[in-house]
C-alpha cells in the first residue's frame, strides 16, 4: 500500500486539492491576525460593532458552506464552485488592500471573504470524492495528510508575512498577498484541476431541504455537537494561553507567538501520525485518545507558573491539538459519507459551534476562576465529551449488533 504522502503527490484528484489548500491557507493567515487591528484601530469600527460583523460573517460562512456543499454533490465535478469561489477571495481581499474604506471592509467580511473561506469544505469534499474509491485507512491517512500540509502553509504565512510588512505603517497591504493567493487558488484549479472527474457513483437527485434535514437528523447533529465540544477546548486554549502565559508563566508576547508558531509546526508530523493510527484503529477511538491528551495538557498549563513549564507541554500541547484538529474532519465526512460536499460542510458547522463553545468556556471559566482555573474547568469539559462520544458510539454499535 503507497503511503499516504506519496498517494497525494501521486494522484492528481488528490494533488490538486490539497495545493490549493496550501494556498488557501495564505488567505486566512495572512489577514486573521491583523484583521481586528485594520477594522478597529484603522478604519474605526467601534468593539462592539466589529464583534457582530465577525458573528454575522461567520453565519454566512456556515449557510454558504451548507449550500455549496450540497450543491456540489448534484454537480460531476467541483472545478467550477473553487473558481467562482477564488474569484470572490481576489475581489474581497484586493478591494480592502485597494480602497481601504470601512463600507468595503465590511461589505468583503460580511460576504465576499466567508465565500471564499467555504473553498475549504469544498476542497476536502474534492479529496474525500477521490479516497471513496480507497481502503478506509489509507483514506483516513491522506486526509490528515492534506490537513498537516495545511496546517503547516498556516505556520509559515504569519512569520513571512511579517517580514514582508515590518516598518509598513498599515497591515493593510496582507490583504493583497491574500489577494494573490486567491489568484493563486483560482490559476491551481482552472490550469490543473482534471475538467471531468471520475462519474461519481451517484449525484445527489434530492430536494435541497432533505439533503439539509439529514444535516440536522439526531443521530448526525448530536454527534457535531460533540465534536465541536472538543473543537471548543482548542478554541479556549487560543484564547486562554498567551493570557496564562503572559500573567501567570512571567512570559511576554514574544513568548506568545514562538509558542505557536512551535505548536503549529509540531502539529503537522503528529497528525501525519493520528493518520498513521486510524489505518489500524478505530476513528472513534483515535480521536478520544488524543483529546484525552489535550485535556490532560489544559490540566498542566493551569498549574503553570514558569516560562519553561509551558514550552515543557508543548509536545503534548500539539499532539492533542493535532488529533482534534485533523481526525474529525474524516469522522463528520463519514456521518454523510455517500455525499462528499454535504459531509464535508460539516466541518464548517463543526467550527462554527466550536468557536461558540470556547467563548462560553471563557466566559463561564472567567466569571468563577482566574484563567488558570478556566483552563482546568475547560479539562474537565473536554473529559465529559469524550464520554459522550464514546456513549453515543457504543450506544451506535449496539444497535447494529441488534
Same mark, same amino acid.
Given at each position: 500500500?503507497?503511503?499516504?504522502?506519496?498517494?497525494?503527490?501521486?494522484?492528481?484528484?488528490?494533488?490538486?486539492?490539497?495545493?490549493?489548500?496550501?494556498?488557501?491557507?495564505?488567505?486566512?493567515?495572512?489577514?486573521?491576525?491583523?484583521?481586528?487591528?485594520?477594522? *478597529? $484601530?484603522?478604519?474605526?469600527?467601534?468593539?462592539?460593532?466589529?464583534?457582530?460583523? *465577525?458573528?454575522?460573517? %461567520? /453565519?454566512?460562512?456556515?449557510?454558504?458552506?451548507?449550500?455549496?456543499?450540497?450543491?456540489?454533490?448534484?454537480?460531476?465535478? +467541483?472545478?467550477?464552485?473553487?473558481? %467562482?469561489?477564488?474569484?470572490?477571495?481576489?475581489?474581497?481581499?484586493?478591494?480592502?488592500? *485597494?480602497?481601504?474604506?470601512?463600507?468595503?471592509?465590511?461589505?468583503?467580511?460580511?460576504?465576499? &471573504?466567508?465565500?471564499?473561506?467555504?473553498?475549504?469544505? !469544498?476542497?476536502?469534499?474534492?479529496?474525500?470524492?477521490?479516497? $471513496?474509491?480507497?481502503?478506509?485507512?489509507?483514506?483516513?491517512?491522506?486526509?490528515?495528510?492534506?490537513?498537516?500540509?495545511?496546517?503547516?502553509?498556516?505556520?509559515?504565512?504569519?512569520? &513571512?508575512?511579517?517580514?514582508?510588512?515590518?516598518?509598513?505603517?498599515?497591515?493593510?497591504?496582507?490583504?493583497?498577498?491574500?489577494?494573490?493567493?486567491?489568484?493563486?487558488? @483560482?490559476?491551481?484549479?482552472?490550469? @490543473?484541476?482534471?475538467?471531468? =472527474?471520475?462519474?461519481?457513483?451517484?449525484?445527489?437527485?434530492?430536494?435541497?431541504? #432533505?439533503?439539509?434535514? +439529514?444535516?440536522?437528523?439526531?443521530?448526525?447533529?448530536?454527534?457535531?455537537?460533540?465534536?465541536?465540544?472538543?473543537? =471548543?477546548?482548542?478554541?479556549?486554549?487560543?484564547?486562554? #494561553?498567551? !493570557?496564562?502565559?503572559?500573567?501567570?508563566?512571567?512570559?511576554?508576547?514574544?513568548?506568545?507567538?514562538?509558542?505557536?508558531?512551535?505548536?503549529? @509546526?509540531?502539529?503537522?508530523?503528529?497528525?501525519?501520525?493520528?493518520?498513521?493510527?486510524?489505518?489500524?484503529?478505530?476513528? /472513534?477511538? /483515535?480521536?478520544?485518545?488524543?483529546?484525552?491528551?489535550?485535556? *490532560?495538557?489544559?490540566?498542566?498549563?493551569?498549574?503553570?507558573? %514558569?516560562?519553561?513549564?509551558?514550552?515543557?507541554?508543548?509536545?503534548?500541547?500539539?499532539?492533542?491539538? %493535532?488529533?482534534?484538529?485533523?481526525?474529525?474532519?474524516?469522522?463528520?465526512?463519514?456521518?454523510?459519507?455517500?455525499?462528499?460536499?454535504?459531509? #464535508? #460542510?460539516?466541518?464548517?458547522?463543526?467550527?462554527?459551534?466550536? &468557536?461558540?463553545?470556547?467563548?462560553?468556556?471563557?466566559?463561564?471559566?472567567?466569571?468563577?476562576?482566574?484563567?488558570?482555573?478556566?483552563?482546568?474547568?475547560?479539562?474537565?469539559?473536554?473529559?465529559?465529551?469524550?464520554?459522550?462520544?464514546?456513549?453515543?458510539?457504543?450506544?451506535? +454499535?449496539?444497535?447494529?449488533?441488534?
Amino acid at each position: 500500500m503507497p503511503s499516504s504522502f506519496s498517494s497525494v503527490i501521486s494522484d492528481s484528484r488528490i494533488r490538486v486539492p490539497t495545493l490549493t489548500l496550501v494556498a488557501l491557507a495564505f488567505t486566512y493567515a495572512s489577514t486573521v491576525p491583523y484583521q481586528s487591528i485594520i477594522g *478597529i $484601530n484603522e478604519l474605526g469600527l467601534s468593539d462592539a460593532g466589529y464583534s457582530a460583523l *465577525i458573528f454575522a460573517a %461567520a /453565519v454566512v460562512n456556515v449557510a454558504s458552506s451548507l449550500t455549496l456543499g450540497i450543491w456540489s454533490d448534484k454537480l460531476k465535478e +467541483r472545478r467550477p464552485l473553487v473558481l %467562482a469561489l477564488s474569484v470572490a477571495g481576489m475581489l474581497g481581499f484586493g478591494s480592502i488592500a *485597494i480602497l481601504h474604506n470601512a463600507p468595503v471592509f465590511i461589505l468583503s467580511v460580511l460576504f465576499l &471573504i466567508p465565500l471564499s473561506n467555504s473553498t475549504y469544505s !469544498l476542497l476536502f469534499a474534492s479529496v474525500r470524492a477521490r479516497t $471513496n474509491q480507497m481502503d478506509r485507512g489509507q483514506a483516513a491517512a491522506i486526509t490528515s495528510t492534506v490537513r498537516a500540509l495545511y496546517s503547516g502553509s498556516w505556520a509559515l504565512a504569519p512569520g &513571512i508575512i511579517g517580514l514582508c510588512l515590518v516598518g509598513s505603517p498599515s497591515m493593510t497591504p496582507a490583504y493583497g498577498i491574500a489577494a494573490l493567493a486567491s489568484v493563486t487558488c @483560482f490559476c491551481l484549479y482552472f490550469f @490543473f484541476a482534471p475538467r471531468n =472527474g471520475p462519474a461519481p457513483t451517484s449525484l445527489d437527485t434530492t430536494s435541497f431541504l #432533505s439533503s439539509l434535514g +439529514r444535516v440536522f437528523a439526531p443521530h448526525v447533529l448530536l454527534r457535531v455537537i460533540v465534536m465541536s465540544l472538543l473543537l =471548543g477546548l482548542q478554541r479556549l486554549s487560543g484564547m486562554v #494561553s498567551p !493570557l496564562i502565559v503572559t500573567h501567570a508563566a512571567g512570559g511576554t508576547v514574544v513568548d506568545v507567538g514562538f509558542l505557536a508558531g512551535l505548536t503549529a @509546526f509540531l502539529e503537522m508530523p503528529f497528525m501525519m501520525m493520528w493518520g498513521l493510527a486510524q489505518k489500524r484503529f478505530q476513528t /472513534v477511538h /483515535v480521536l478520544a485518545f488524543g483529546s484525552l491528551l489535550y485535556c *490532560i495538557h489544559l490540566v498542566l498549563l493551569g498549574f503553570a507558573s %514558569a516560562r519553561w513549564q509551558v514550552y515543557a507541554l508543548l509536545p503534548i500541547n500539539a499532539c492533542g491539538a %493535532a488529533a482534534i484538529l485533523s481526525v474529525p474532519i474524516t469522522y463528520l465526512q463519514d456521518l454523510i459519507a455517500d455525499r462528499p460536499g454535504l459531509g #464535508s #460542510s460539516l466541518i464548517s458547522l463543526n467550527t462554527f459551534i466550536g &468557536i461558540g463553545v470556547g467563548a462560553g468556556l471563557f466566559a463561564f471559566g472567567t466569571a468563577v476562576s482566574d484563567y488558570s482555573g478556566t483552563v482546568q474547568i475547560a479539562a474537565v469539559a473536554g473529559v465529559i465529551s469524550v464520554g459522550l462520544l464514546m456513549l453515543l458510539e457504543s450506544g451506535k +454499535r449496539q444497535a447494529r449488533t441488534a
